[in-house]
């Protein structure tokens, strides 16, 4: 495992070394992924193209109809990975609206805010409503949850819809689903449908015939694309095995920031980039988070997916657009995170009792305290987390960046906790007298 993925991280910084996007890169990525099962690739692989290309030459040409994928604007973030989502997320909208064949409608997988802020919100919607197509579907990503388990985000974007806001609908033949992997994420897990919503789901496609082309759309991936990074969905294989009849499936997702595909069988899955920032390929840094890189080069990392439908095809196209059109896709992207940004701020008074957070983990990870002891948990990455009791005995708001939370331990015990937003994040104290 570990050669497999040094060999892929090497692969990827030699891509990068290419500028664009590189077919060699693609393949070693499915290979790294692995799942266990044998992928069939085949003419019909969803490709990634500079926009500049598909607008004129093939694009939609005979689509029966074109929809819009963007992902993780991230409305509200301010870090110096991009100091204006709000623009960039305009920009992607200006590209929708001069796209040749008007996209029916835009899906949004999730990520719509930084801190779930109604002000974000208002932002996002007021830059939506200059978007040509008057339809946008949703899907919550785990910024949007992050101060009330998502009330505001149901009450937004997901009327009429089921749980956490899941919900199917039909166009022209198409049967699209979206769901929610980013509730009740379990200390130690991956993103979770849960078994409601996976009962939803198998009802919903009951009874459909195996010819009608099937599009699910979640927030993180429902592929394992890089689970140390927490970028899969623990029960994601449940949700697929209820797809396997079809003929053609198509999972679109986003929450990593960059392009990924893959294709298994009938199924072919796509990550779409980021209007707000970049996310550094899996392995090639200490941990995700909003990379910086030159700001000549953050538009074409950034981007937005287009998705022609054709009645003859058995597959929908996949185009990726870079903001950027001007040069080459860059599908990788290596470079350092911003770590100046990670600085580490404050002095430590007592080293037992401060716990950091740094680069999405909690260091250190385990400590031993006496009875009495306050301990104090501080944010420094450019990403908000929280600090949850495994056993519900604490539960910190979402602290953004430099954000503190503090809880005294009175009882001997050993008191393990995670990350609600990022549960591969885990820690524990032990309080010993
Ligand atoms: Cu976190």
Known sequence: MADTKKDFIDQRLQDLNNDGVDRRGF?????????????????????SRAFAKSAGEHADKGADFTFVQISDSHIGFSKPA?????????????????????????????????????SEFDTLDQVLRGASPKQTYFVPGEHDMLTDNGEQYLQRYGKGTKGAGWYSLDHKGVHFVGLVNVVNLKAGGLGSLGHEQLEWLEDDLKGRSASTPIVLFAHIPLWTIYPDWG?????????????KRFGSVTVLNGHIHQVMQKIEGKVSFHTAMSTAFPQPAPGTAPSAGPMKVPADQLRRVLGITDVNYLVSGSSLAIIDSPLDSTSAQASGNGGGTDTAAMASGGAATDSATEVK???????????????????????HDDIPHTVDSTQGKFKSAALDTDQKFEYRFTEPGEYPYYCRLHPKMTGSIIVQS
Request: glycine share 8%.
């Open 357 to 379: 957070i740094d680069n999405f983990a909690f260091t250190p990870g385990a400590i031993k305290v006496k009875p009495g002891t306050q301990v104090t948990w501080i944010n």
């Open 231 to 243: 970028w899969g969905t623990d029960d994601s294989e449940q949700a697929l095995s209820y797809v």
């Open 82 to 118: 991009n100091q204006d989502v709000t623009a960039t997320l305009q920009t992607a909208i200006n590209k929708i609206n001069a796209m040749p064949n008007k996209p029916d409608f835009l899906i949004h997988t999730g990520d719509l805010s930084q801190l779930s802020k109604p």
């Open 27 to 47: 393949l070693k990525c499915m290979a790294w992924a692995g799942t266990g099962l044998v992928w069939t690739l085949s003419g019909g692989v969803p490709v």
